[in-house]
């Protein structure tokens, strides 16, 4: 029986039904909390137990001082959790192989179930291997079920296995627009003992992006698959009660402009000042002008800018969206009562505590592009065209953006610029002084290539690739309804996207293509090559398929850097794809507008697009739609029946899905032969009781890593070279390289992924200056070799090891194997300069120790080379776990010391590094249950 100590726990009749609920203003003052917080409080009131959940955590949250660095922890308990199949998978695997452990120990392997309801959408796994053909649906479902049958069985097994455990088939739509428009019920019911409990709708998600839900009033953030299955089984979630910054909106956004420019500006915004690790609240006049699916972008894009969360709280738009998308009448009842009687109704001249107000007049957002590599890198549209050419001629981002600024306040360049010739890029020599320069030059190498019988052109900086992707936009029906206005007026004008372009098409659900064949959109989008190519995430995670073979062979013959156009999220290095170096975030109407333009040579707002059918020049203004036009077909064409029939069958699948065979049992029948599904080693030779702590002597580098290294360049999700560690095993195993399709798709087989780990195409390890990918050096020696080898040499020699790295380690995706292959490398422990939230979290979940260096200190600061020995001292024999510790480095002969922060930041965590692990901690903890 709960606690009840603040005597919270009371009623809530809606529409003559009862609920039981815990009111937030038995906490005094909670008024001034928050939206997040409030969330947070009425988590612990619900689950106080005395044990887990204490009064004394209750009052540290009611008694928070927003300007304090976050110090006290709580346990918090989500509603449910959400999953893809990347990360999914894995769990999946991870959970079955720890039934097997319980089975070995004497445990009952049922008790490995699901506590909470858990959800996993099957989106990551379609590749656009065909586009801009009427069938390129279907032979994209038919070759991703082929490639990923051995997964979907496991899937289809776990959800016939595992209580409260369901699935979303493939070729369904993206998990963050499925939740936003279907799973999701801000308002949550349960049965309980006390009757029928209402809560938040809260929950994890094992993908980054996973606060898009935020937007709805659904408070909820990305975790590691390894923190997702700890909480599926029942153990809350240790955090600190974070800071939370405001986000004041004033104004409305201006004509010409979208929700992904919006994003891009609030990306870079909060990027500056430094959110990761908090929570960020919306709230002020603002937030009424902005509607829910740009509130969901807003969400969506919180990892870019580094915030666990970004919430929008509840209002008459979050009501008006339920009604939109289908949900029920009692349960939109029920949501606006229990808000208002929670005080998590939004009050627009309500301005609760915060540790910091950021105030957004939305009137100032203009066009703009994000990239070439980070999200967070906002490029004005005017700016593109003059920071694209210096950014090809070396210059900084910040340097190319200015630059770009100011050639955008002359008329524009000359379609016949001349150019400085060069063959390849530097990107480290210093930036160019412009001034005294009549022009600008930027390398060019002209290549002809022949496109269906015709003479092309592409040189550094085409555009190759042009998606509408991604949950961040493809949820929005205004930008994609305007993308479409945009190509149906194109269209008729006479312009066509370039032949060199790879234009694809895919929706974060069913309900876009029936709102685009509704509205007579469809055959436009056709024409210029954006016909549907799959319902998932494609090339925002790099499945964007193989380029135009005569593309692919230009860009690698003559090392062109070209660029993708994507109305994704993410554009780290190499995600995209491999041969694409420059990577631009957009909205879906200037994605298209790229793929007419097919070069960010062009200038989008001066520049023509090309000749109507009359010879005339066609501009950007000419065919962008306005927002009344937008509103007009948005309303004519969008309504709930579209919602409630798209998902009426959501777990039903395909033939394909339904045929598949299922074994029966209460234990995965693991098949040897399978590359795609292997049983993990995570629980091989784990006792009931944990080993003693020691300390680390004689560590080796594997690889030393610069700034803003991502879980992408860590455990890359994309393609599988055949001249890889895991390319080589997977021909080793009889699979050719037509069939290896993507590491993210493998991710349920170890032998891949290690051979995966630190392989990204871009990964630059100071070890082996000059060489991009996955190598190193086997130290103390000079050659050069994989890191795979390497770290198999070193696990023969019984040498452990370490990884050096800057500053923001481990950002990006919330992706597991990212500290699983770290793990089985052989890591013990990483040294940075600063870590991204999930990432350092998973560390500790895998057994890894993350060390962080003083303020101001850098391994390049203290003159850490990487050939170094390293020792670590101060774990062996502590009852607690030290602040800092102790790194001895020794080189040349000589040893110096130098002290270093434990990033194990709550006892928790402590709990998890010293059991191995969060998976051997849980094992054991279901296993003293049972005694």
């Not at 088939?169 to 019920?185: A, F, K, M, W």
């Not at 023509?608 to 509103?631: H, Q």
Request: aromatic share 6%.
């Amino acid at each position: 029986m709960p606690a009840n100590s603040f005597n919270s726990r009371s009623n809530l009749d809606v529409d003559g039904r009862n609920y039981t609920i815990h009111r937030i203003d038995a906490i005094k003052d909670s008024a001034r909390l928050p939206y997040s917080l409030k969330v947070l409080l009425e988590n612990l009131l619900r689950n106080e137990d005395g044990r887990l959940v204490t009064a004394e955590q209750i009052n540290a949250l009611a008694s928070w001082d927003p300007a304090a660095e976050a110090k006290n922890e709580i346990q918090y308990t989500p509603a449910r959790v959400l999953m893809q199949d990347f990360t999914g998978v894995p769990c999946v695997v991870d959970l079955v192989a720890m039934r097997d452990a319980m089975t070995a120990l004497g445990g009952d392997p049922k008790k490995v179930n699901p506590l909470i309801p858990a959800e996993l959408v099957i989106d990551h796994s379609v590749i656009a291997d065909v586009f801009a053909r009427s069938d390129a649906f279907s032979v994209n479902a038919d070759f991703e079920f082929k490639r990923n049958q051995e997964r979907y069985q496991l899937l289809r097994w776990a959800q016939h296995s595992f209580d409260d455990f369901l699935v979303v088939p493939p070729d369904t739509g993206i998990c963050h627009q499925v939740n936003l428009e279907y799973l999701s019920r801000v308002v949550f019911t349960r049965e309980g003992p006390d009757g029928t409990a209402a809560y938040p709708d809260t929950l994890v998600g094992t993908d980054s992006h996973t606060p898009m839900v935020n937007g709805l009033g659904v408070l909820g953030w990305g975790v590691g698959g390894i923190e997702a299955e700890a909480s599926m089984l029942g153990q809350p979630m240790s955090m600190l009660i974070p800071q939370v910054v405001g986000l004041k909106l004033t104004g409305e956004l201006p004509e010409g402009t979208t929700a992904t420019d919006l994003v891009l500006t609030v990306a870079e915004l909060l990027r500056k000042i430094r959110v990761v690790g908090k929570f960020v609240d919306f709230f002020g006049p603002g937030v009424s002008n902005v509607p829910l699916a740009t509130r969901a972008t807003l969400g969506n894009m919180s990892p870019e800018y580094g915030s666990t969360g970004a919430l929008f709280p509840i209002d008459s738009e979050t009501l008006d969206y339920l009604r939109l998308t289908g949900r029920e009448e009692h349960q939109i009842k029920l949501v606006e009562a229990y808000a208002k009687t929670q005080g998590l109704w939004h009050d627009p001249d309500h301005v609760p505590d915060f540790s910091q107000v950021v105030e957004l007049d939305l009137g100032t957002v203009q066009p703009s592009l994000a990239g070439p590599t980070r999200p967070q890198d906002r490029i004005p549209l005017a700016a593109a065209q003059g920071a694209v050419r210096r950014l090809l001629a070396g210059d900084t981002h910040e340097d190319a953006i200015s630059g770009g600024l100011d050639d955008a306040s002359e008329e524009s360049f000359p379609a016949s610029d001349p150019v400085a010739i060069s063959s390849r890029i530097d990107r480290d020599e210093p930036p160019r002084d412009y001034s005294g320069e009549a022009v600008l030059t930027w390398p060019s190498t002209p290549t002809q290539i022949d496109v269906g019988g015709n003479a092309e052109t592409v040189d550094h900086g085409s555009v190759v690739i042009a998606a509408i992707t991604s949950c961040t936009n493809t949820s929005n029906p205004t930008v994609m309804l305007g993308a479409a206005l945009l190509a149906k007026k194109a269209v008729e004008l006479g312009l066509r996207s370039k032949p060199w372009v790879k234009t694809t098409l895919a929706p974060g659900s069913r309900v876009v293509t029936d709102y685009y064949n509704r509205s007579g959109l469809t055959p436009y989008l056709e024409t210029l090559g954006f016909n549907l190519v799959g319902y998932g995430c494609t090339t925002c995670i790099g499945n964007s398929g193989p380029l135009i073979p005569e593309v692919s062979e230009a860009v690698n013959s003559h090392d062109l850097t070209v660029a993708s156009v994507l109305s994704g999220n993410r554009n780290f290095e190499g995600r995209i794809h491999g041969e694409v170096k420059m990577n631009f975030l957009a909205s879906p109407p200037l994605v298209i507008a790229y793929a007419l333009a097919g070069s960010m040579h062009v200038d989008l707002l001066n520049d023509s697009l090309g000749e109507d059918t009359e010879g005339n020049p066609v501009y950007l203004r000419d065919i962008w739609p306005t927002s009344a036009e937008v509103k007009a077909v948005v309303d004519a064409n969008l309504e709930a029946s579209m919602f409630t029939k798209g998902y009426a069958d959501v777990y039903h699948g395909d033939e394909n899905w339904r045929s598949m065979h299922i074994p029966d049992g209460d234990q995965f029948a693991w098949d040897d032969t399978s590359t795609y599904v292997q049983s993990p080693p995570y629980f091989e030779g784990v006792g009931r009781i944990p080993e003693p702590l020691a300390d680390i002597t004689g560590a080796r580098v594997l690889v030393n890593l610069g700034d803003s290294v991502t879980t992408d360049h860590i455990s890359p999700a994309g393609a599988i070279r055949k001249d890889s560690p895991a390319g080589a095993y997977l021909m080793d195993k009889g699979v050719a390289p037509a069939d290896f399709n993507s590491y993210g798709s493998r991710r349920g087989n170890h032998h891949v992924m290690i051979r995966g780990t630190f392989a990204n195409v871009r990964l630059r390890n100071k070890l082996v200056p000059g060489i991009e990918g996955g190598f190193t050096r086997h130290l103390p020696g000079t050659e050069t070799t994989s890191i795979f080898d390497a770290s198999l040499a070193y696990q023969k020699e019984n040498i452990p090891l370490v990884v050096l790295a800057g500053s923001d380690y481990g950002s990006g995706s919330s992706r597991d194997w990212a500290a699983k292959g770290t793990l089985l490398l052989g890591v013990k422990a990483v040294l940075a300069t600063s870590y991204e939230r999930i990432h350092r979290s998973n560390l500790i979940g895998m057994g890894v120790l993350p060390l962080q260096f003083r303020d101001g200190e850098t391994a390049e600061s203290l003159g850490l080379t990487g050939e170094e020995v390293f020792s670590i001292a101060g774990l062996a024999g502590t009852e607690s776990l030290p602040a800092e510790v102790t790194v001895s480095v020794e080189a040349d002969g000589a040893t110096r010391t130098i002290p270093m922060r434990v990033r194990i930041d709550t006892p928790a965590e402590e709990a998890y590094y010293r059991h191995g692990g969060i998976l051997q901690y849980v094992l054991r903890q279901l296993l003293d249950a049972e005694d």
